[in-house]
Structures are given as C-alpha cells and as structure tokens.
C-alpha cells in the first residue's frame, strides 16, 4: 500500500496551498474514503482496501481528437485490461492546464501525449521530476522522462529510399502539420537525405494552426501548386497521413494519376492505409503493446527506478508498399 503523503507534501505536488491540501483531505474523509487515526496520522479506510492496490492510471492528451492519439489510447486501454489496472481519460487544453500537475499527483501511471505546443520550461522542469509518467509519441527522454517513439524521425528517409529505388529523382516533401520537435526532425531528415542523394525536390511547409484539419490545408497547398503548373516532382513524400489524403486528392482533382504520374508515400497511415484506393505506401510501425506493457510494468513497482534506456523504439520500421509509388514514368 503506498503511504499518503503529508499535507504539506501533497501541496507541493499538487501546487496548491497547505490549506487547500488539507481542505482536499477533509473532503476524502468525509465520504468515508480516508480515516484519520488517534495519532493524527490519515490513512485510508479499509473498508475500501480492495481498491488501494488496483493501479490507478490516466491517459493525459490534448482536448481534440486525431488518430494518432486514438491509436496511443486504444492501445492503452488494451493493455490496461490485461491487469489489475484502471485507466482515465484526461484532456487538456493548453500546457498551462492545472489539470496536469492535479493529474500527475492523482494517479499511479500517467501516459503523456503532448500537444504541438512548446512546453514552457517552468512546466518541463515539473515533469522531469515526476517518478509516474510516460510519454508517447515523442522523446523527452533528455528530460529523465521515460519514453515511447514507434516512427524514429530519421524512418522518413526510408520513403525517401523506396522512391529513389524506384527511379525517381526529383521528390518534394509535404507537411501541413503544427510544428513540433519530431515533426520538425522528421522534415530536417528529409533535408539531410536530399543533400546526400543529390536529388532535386523542395519542402512545402504549410503547417495549420493548433487544432485545426490537416488534411484541408495540405489540399489547398497541393492544389496552388498544380493550378499555377508549379509542382514538377514526381515523387512525395508526405510528413503524416493527414497531409498525404489531402496531397492525393488535390493530384486526383487535377487529373494525376497517383501511383503513375506521381508516386505519394506517408510517414504514417494506421491500419486503414493498405484499405484506401490507391492503397498507401506507408511505414508500418509495430505494435504498441509490448512497449506500453514495459510501462505499465515500471508504474506497477512504484517509485522503482526506471530500467534501462529512457526512450524506447523499434530498431526497424517494416515499409508497406501500396499502389500508390510506383517505377518512374517516361515524361
């Protein structure tokens, strides 16, 4: 059973003061979930023990919905089932949120997924100190934050190979996506593989703001393009899924044939790529399962130190070659 810290202890965490912490603590006892003892010391009641060693675990996202972030929480509530674990769904809407330090110091394990928002320094400092949190799909590990990467950035130029193979030598790069460190890494490797093919291309960055569609902005910039006669690549590779529906749809508004006349790849496209027309070329990143059990594992044993290297990710990212890339076509 993990002891309950002092008020004083319990404020700090939370970042309230001693007397909210113990006006919170009042609170608890008052419905019976805590007792305080002759010698003044809160323990929990047991009559409700058979809840205390139930893991108590919270997925922490940003308050709008993509599918990438579904992916993390199905996989989240997938594994969580497999043991004595309960898991919360948290939003939050900016880093500012008190939500997230009350969150931190409510639960057992907290799975963390940031927003493209840059975490001010006051707020990462914060987290660096938590013993319960994980964070998935980007790396904070210099931070001492165990983390969870399935698409190492450097995996783009993978895509940028498969349409090298292919014959193609002149692929432009595509991202509608906010800015953030792994969208940023994912486009600077991009860069660094052109340099070192030699190969023409350019980078159409057209990010949206926070919250907003990605796939609408990734069509209007595609169609400026093809309306004003200036998009002459005929390989793309596309940042994330959502820039590459729109890139596809804006080609096949404008008569392209996608997988003849220009071949379109994506850094991601979950289960539902390989189901699309054309099918999408895509990396396949690997199960989360296994990962997210390592975690589950490490909240489990409680203010254990964590094992191993803090971030975690496939040495190898399997490419799923779909109807979209194809050979070089004579022009």
Same mark, same amino acid.
């Given at each position: 059973?993990?002891?309950?810290?002092?008020?004083?202890?319990?404020?700090?965490?939370?970042?309230?003061?001693?007397?909210?912490?113990?006006?919170?603590?009042?609170?608890?006892?008052?419905?019976?979930?805590?007792?305080?003892?002759?010698?003044?010391?809160?323990?929990?009641?047991?009559?409700?023990?058979?809840?205390?060693?139930?893991?108590?675990?919270?997925?922490?996202?940003?308050?709008?919905?993509?599918?990438?972030?579904?992916?993390?929480?199905?996989?989240?509530?997938?594994?969580?089932?497999?043991?004595?674990?309960?898991?919360?769904?948290?939003?939050?809407?900016?880093?500012?949120?008190?939500?997230?330090?009350?969150?931190?110091?409510?639960?057992?394990?907290?799975?963390?997924?940031?927003?493209?928002?840059?975490?001010?320094?006051?707020?990462?400092?914060?987290?660096?100190? =938590?013993?319960?949190? @994980?964070?998935? $799909?980007?790396?904070? #590990?210099? !931070?001492?934050?165990?983390?969870?990467? %399935?698409? *190492? &950035?450097?995996?783009?130029?993978?895509?940028?190979?498969?349409?090298?193979?292919?014959?193609?030598?002149?692929?432009?790069?595509?991202?509608?996506?906010?800015?953030?460190?792994?969208?940023?890494?994912?486009?600077?490797?991009?860069?660094?593989?052109?340099?070192?093919?030699?190969?023409?291309?350019?980078?159409?960055?057209?990010?949206?703001?926070?919250?907003?569609?990605?796939?609408?902005?990734?069509?209007?910039?595609?169609?400026?393009?093809?309306?004003?006669?200036?998009?002459?690549?005929?390989?793309?590779?596309?940042?994330?899924?959502?820039?590459?529906?729109?890139?596809?749809?804006?080609?096949?508004?404008?008569?392209?044939?996608?997988?003849?006349?220009? =071949?379109?790849?994506? @850094?991601?496209? $979950?289960?539902?790529? #390989?189901? !699309?027309?054309?099918?999408?070329?895509? %990396?396949? *990143? &690997?199960?989360?399962?296994?990962?997210?059990?390592?975690?589950?594992?490490?909240?489990?044993?409680?203010?254990?130190?964590?094992?191993?290297?803090?971030?975690?990710?496939?040495?190898?990212?399997?490419?799923?070659?779909?109807?979209?890339?194809?050979?070089?076509?004579?022009?």
């Amino acid at each position: 059973m993990r002891e309950l810290p002092t008020e004083q202890e319990l404020a700090d965490e939370v970042g309230v003061s001693r007397m909210t912490a113990r006006r919170a603590l009042i609170e608890l006892m008052n419905k019976g979930l805590l007792v305080r003892k002759p010698h003044g010391k809160v323990v929990i009641n047991q009559e409700h023990a058979q809840f205390v060693d139930q893991l108590r675990l919270a997925f922490l996202g940003p308050a709008f919905s993509s599918p990438d972030f579904e992916n993390w929480r199905f996989a989240v509530e997938r594994v969580t089932a497999k043991f004595n674990a309960t898991v919360r769904n948290v939003d939050y809407v900016h880093w500012d949120d008190p939500v997230i330090p009350q969150t931190l110091a409510a639960f057992d394990g907290v799975f963390l997924v940031l927003s493209s928002e840059k975490i001010p320094p006051s707020l990462l400092e914060r987290l660096s100190r =938590s013993k319960n949190l @994980v964070a998935l $799909g980007s790396d904070l #590990s210099e !931070q001492g934050i165990p983390s969870v990467r %399935l698409l *190492p &950035p450097i995996c783009v130029q993978q895509l940028a190979d498969h349409l090298f193979d292919l014959g193609h030598r002149n692929i432009d790069c595509l991202n509608a996506q906010p800015h953030d460190d792994v969208i940023q890494s994912r486009m600077e490797h991009w860069s660094q593989w052109q340099r070192i093919h030699k190969v023409e291309g350019r980078l159409i960055d057209e990010p949206v703001a926070p919250f907003a569609s990605v796939a609408p902005k990734a069509y209007a910039a595609m169609k400026k393009l093809l309306d004003a006669n200036q998009f002459t690549a005929t390989g793309l590779v596309c940042i994330t899924d959502g820039a590459a529906t729109g890139a596809i749809r804006a080609l096949h508004d404008a008569g392209k044939t996608v997988g003849q006349d220009v =071949s379109v790849c994506s @850094v991601e496209s $979950g289960e539902l790529g #390989s189901m !699309q027309v054309p099918s999408r070329t895509m %990396l396949n *990143p &690997p199960d989360p399962g296994p990962y997210i059990e390592v975690c589950v594992d490490w909240f489990k044993r409680r203010n254990d130190a964590w094992l191993g290297p803090m971030l975690i990710q496939p040495a190898n990212i399997p490419l799923f070659v779909g109807e979209s890339t194809g050979q070089i076509q004579d022009r």
